[in-house]
């Protein structure tokens, strides 16, 4: 078979090869040991490679290498099992290539010409054959393998397996890594060395990418304190995909739950696929990219021209289909993109055959063009059989249409709004709603105002008037880098509502979910909860400086948006911070239309900010905080406690600055976070940190530069905002006893995307998931050092031992969950729950620490005893022991007096669920059958020579997966 040229830097390596036949420019080699006895070192050395090693280009036991006269370097290029094959390709190169390259001037072109030769093979044969993803003789004898080697269960589910090396300091060991529902594992066997380990996914801090000296790109996993590098991967950005998606699997399953559950993709871990692993992460990039609901999953792409009107050319890129929706994204530098939902399209033109072309009739008097689609009929037939299920019900199905009839339909929509209306959602709200922003009712625009502010208003909505004539308006408008333009100069207040529904993505919620607002909030109206308790203390600290929120109108809205939220979302509820937000898009939106608002940011934009734990800030966090190391080094050299990044920005993220720029400057921060993301929100930190810089360097602690921080806020304006000074935010702390240089918003947030407007989404994303192994695990740590200072208090088992028990305890039940969707330990698993409850054993879990660290192992009736145990220790009797409860019952047997343990006999020998009332009782104590009965003083006098050293030999001893 023809390989992807690789270079070979010796030609004889390690002598496992002899050469056969040869010419000016290919080397046909023979293994050494082929064919023949394979005795002795060298057949041990060819066992072992054949053993660990993954192309066939490195076992087969031919193959053939491409050189240059006067080189010393070759290229592998083609390998074979048997001479005859191995013969037919050589045949081949010497009739068909070797007459080709003696017209060649240069070895350079040789080289270049058998290269692109050799990979064009490759892709005709690629096209040719029709080959299923893992062949399944050679995944069946992996997949044993990985079960003999590791000893896992056979419930785990291998994923898929790559050979790489791994490194043992600056020794590589060949071999396989095996990804797995819940492991990682690696395995390597060369001259006589074993090298194999396991590292569950919900144990690594870090999963990350690098590049040193020695390798030039490898794969990092720190887990346990330990770290781990694999490199020769054929496919390492393929692998390194793999490896994140299944780590944030066991990231979300295990630590957390409640986002878990909103991603039925993965709800099986018995079921976890390769394929499935890589469709979930192509559709969650899709999602991100293109702002669309959560429901939406990638079903095709196509590459294709898109006809840009504007610029009168066709722009290459592709055409991305999911369930709703249609979007396409330049690949060739124009940043444009569109985003169609199927329910505007009100009809298909027939397909073009001679250029692939596909035009759709968009409602808004539009058409969208694509050409050189590949397969365009069955494009178009797909398109418009989703038209006819979603089309309008006045129209009937989206059909197959002529020019004519497409551009009729446009106009009867543009002369029939109310029909337009029906189509996205636009329909009149319940009464109880308020139907008018905020901003529109305590300040109404004035249009006989000349004011050179109310002036320049004015020239921005031109500006949008004459972008929309150009580019369209609504969801399938061209968005292009002159939109982004224009967003940094500032949105209109007119139009803030309007484009920040847009570019969210919120109005596709609110079109497809109609009357679901008004409902929730007449069902939520009058409940009583923790969360409405906490909305209404925080009600009138929401912009109380504005008139707004000064009268009943703008509090009462806010009421219904925060409580009818938290009613949708019980697993977040409130949140502070969240009323701050909330106030601010009620101003420009109408009330429905900041629910929606505040559901996109909550459950799209800002993931898990708005929890107790708020794991997405914090990760965010770290993602400023490396941004900050990789831009602003001379900083992070001056300031080497990078906590104080974290601290003094987190409100910065939680609130989009809302919370430390006056109103009329921190709209516009919203402006570009709607249209680009929290990458708007990590380009105006490094912007303010960047133009801070001279006087935080001079700082001499923490408080002086927030103070330095502060004051600058304090000096941010907007020197265009038509908002009369009774609205406007005064400065929190200008005294008026030392001035300030002004900053205008406009110009921070123009430096800000001129100097940092090269990080891309993708990198930011990349980041997050690199972070969020990092932090989560941090908040796991600190909930462990909170769990273990709460119960050393209560007994008296050392601190080694009782970190050694923790984890060992938390081993277990990670161990109930791996291969199970309904174990009642994870489904009573929340992490907004006490420290001391978030981790718990049902009792088959407690019988296997059980029988692990106590003396009676090997005694006939110890499953009986460990159920009278798991009864005495379950003091709210749920079925659940945590880890406190363990810890308090092991510390009478390890810990306590004679007495203490004679009584614990005593109560583990009495009925369940039948306390002793006084100590008569123990006369009466009878066992029911006598299967279960044996003599309290024998083991009374087991458990008085029970030493602790037993406890330490069972943290060494403790099973994978006991049984």
């Not at 939520?524 to 504005?546: F, K, V």
């Not at 909330?582 to 239309?593: C, D, F, H, I, Q």
């Not at 090997?858 to 003091?875: I, N, Q, T, V």
């Amino acid at each position: 078979m023809w390989l992807k040229p690789e270079e070979v830097l010796l030609k004889n390596a390690l002598k496992l090869w002899v050469t056969e036949k040869c010419n000016d420019y290919f080397i046909l080699q023979r293994r050494r040991g082929s064919g023949e006895g394979g005795g002795g070192l060298t057949g041990l050395l060819v066992g072992t490679l054949d053993t660990v090693l993954d192309s066939m280009a490195k076992v087969a036991p031919f193959r053939i290498l491409h050189q240059t006269p006067d080189s010393q370097i070759y290229w592998s290029i083609a390998c074979g099992a048997t001479k005859e094959e191995i013969e037919k390709h050589w045949e081949w190169l010497e009739k068909t290539v070797m007459r080709t390259l003696s017209v060649f001037d240069s070895n350079e072109d040789i080289t270049s010409f058998v290269q692109g030769k050799i990979r064009g093979l490759i892709a005709e044969e690629g096209k040719s054959s029709l080959v299923n993803e893992e062949d399944p003789e050679k995944f069946r004898e992996a997949r044993l393998r990985f079960e003999k080697w590791f000893g896992l269960p056979e419930k785990e589910k291998l994923v898929t397996y790559y050979s790489c090396s791994y490194w043992r300091g600056r020794v590589p060991c060949q071999g396989w890594l095996y990804l797995s529902t819940n492991f990682l594992s690696f395995y390597s066997f060369l001259l006589g060395s074993e090298v194999k380990f396991v590292v569950s996914w919900d144990e690594i801090w870090k999963l990350e990418k690098t590049s040193t000296v020695i390798l030039t790109e490898s794969i990092h996993v720190s887990a346990r304190g330990e770290d781990h590098y694999f490199s020769m991967f054929l496919h390492l950005n393929e692998t390194f995909l793999l490896m994140e998606q299944l780590a944030d699997y066991a990231i979300k399953r295990f630590f957390d739950k409640e986002t878990f559950e909103g991603d039925p993709a993965l709800s099986d871990p018995l079921q976890i696929t390769k394929r499935g692993v890589e469709t979930r992460a192509r559709s969650e990039q899709f999602r991100a990219f293109f702002r669309l609901p959560r429901e939406e999953n990638l079903l095709e792409v196509h590459e294709s021209f898109l006809w840009v009107p504007f610029s009168h050319f066709n722009t290459l890129g592709k055409i991305c289909v999911s369930e709703n929706y249609l979007c396409f994204a330049s690949q060739d530098g124009s940043q444009c993109y569109v985003i169609i939902p199927i329910r505007e399209v009100i009809g298909v033109e027939k397909p073009d055959n001679a250029n692939k072309a596909v035009t759709m009739c968009v409602r808004g008097k539009r058409a969208v063009r694509f050409s050189e689609v590949r397969d365009f009929e069955r494009f178009a037939s797909r398109i418009r059989s989703r038209c006819g299920v979603l089309a309008s019900p006045q129209h009937g199905a989206a059909g197959e249409v002529s020019t004519d009839v497409c551009r009729s339909l446009m106009e009867h929509f543009e002369e029939n709004p109310e029909e337009e209306a029906l189509m996205v959602g636009q329909k009149g709200s319940s009464k109880t709603v308020s139907t008018e922003a905020l901003m529109t009712v305590f300040h109404p625009q004035d249009a006989e105002n000349l004011d050179p502010k109310m002036l320049k208003e004015k020239m921005k909505e031109q500006s949008w008037n004459i972008h929309f004539a150009e580019y369209g308006r609504g969801m399938s408008m061209f968005r292009t880098k002159k939109t982004r333009d224009l967003i940094v100069r500032g949105v209109p207040e007119g139009l803030r509502g309007e484009l920040w529904l847009l570019f969210s993505g919120a109005v596709n919620d609110m079109a497809t979910h109609l009357g679901y607002y008004s409902e929730l909030v007449e069902q939520s109206m009058g409940t009583c909860t923790l969360a409405t308790d906490e909305i209404e203390r925080d009600l009138h600290r929401s912009l109380p400086e504005h008139p707004a929120f000064q009268s009943d109108t703008g509090i009462s809205a806010l009421r219904r948006v925060l409580t009818a939220y938290a009613y949708r979302n019980p697993k977040i509820g409130y949140c502070q911070a969240m009323n701050i937000l909330t106030s601010v898009l009620l101003l420009y939106a109408k009330e429905e239309e900041a629910f929606w608002l505040l559901v996109a940011v909550c459950e799209r934009m800002l993931p898990d900010y708005f929890n107790r734990r708020i794991i997405g800030a914090l990760v965010d966090q770290a993602v400023f905080e490396e941004l900050i190391r990789e831009k602003l080094s001379q900083l992070t050299e001056h300031m080497t406690d990078m906590t104080f990044f974290s601290s003094v920005s987190l409100s910065w993220f939680l609130t989009l600055f809302i919370s430390v720029l006056p109103i009329e400057s921190a709209v516009n921060v919203v402006d570009c976070f709607f249209y680009d993301g929290i990458k708007a929100i990590l380009q105006l930190g490094l912007a303010v940190l960047d133009y801070n810089m001279d006087r935080l360097l001079t700082c001499r602690d923490d408080a002086e530069a927030v103070t330095v921080l502060n004051k600058f806020f304090d000096n941010v304006t907007n020197k265009d905002s038509p908002l009369p000074p009774t609205v406007q935010q005064a400065p929190v702390g200008s005294n008026g006893k030392e001035s300030h240089t002004k900053v205008d918003i406009t110009d921070l947030i123009k430096e800000a995307y001129e100097k940092y407007g090269d990080i891309r989404s993708e990198e930011v994303e990349s980041m997050r998931r690199r972070n969020r192994l990092y932090v989560i695990q941090t908040l796991e740590d600190t909930t462990k050092q909170n769990v273990l200072r709460v119960v050393s208090q209560e007994v008296k088992i050392s601190p080694a031992d009782l970190d050694d028990l923790y984890e060992i305890f938390k081993k277990q039940h990670f161990l109930s969950c791996y291969w199970t969707m309904n174990s009642p330990v994870l489904l009573h698993h929340d992490p907004s729950l006490p420290y001391l409850e978030q981790y718990q054993l049902a009792l088959p879990q407690f019988r296997a620490l059980f029988s692990l660290l106590c003396p009676w192992a090997h005694c006939a009736h110890r499953d009986a005893l460990a159920l009278w145990m798991f009864r005495l220790l379950d003091e709210n009797q749920d079925g659940l022991l945590n880890f406190k409860e363990l810890c308090c019952g092991l510390d009478v047997t390890y810990s306590g007096t004679f007495t203490d343990k004679l009584k614990l006999l005593f109560k583990l020998h009495l009925p369940p669920g039948k306390p002793p009332q006084n100590n008569s009782a123990c006369s009466q104590i009878k066992c029911k059958s006598d299967d279960t009965v044996f003599s309290v003083y024998s083991v009374l006098n087991t458990i008085i020579t029970w030493q602790s050293g037993i406890f330490n030999e069972a943290c060494y001893e403790f099973p994978l997966n006991p049984q």
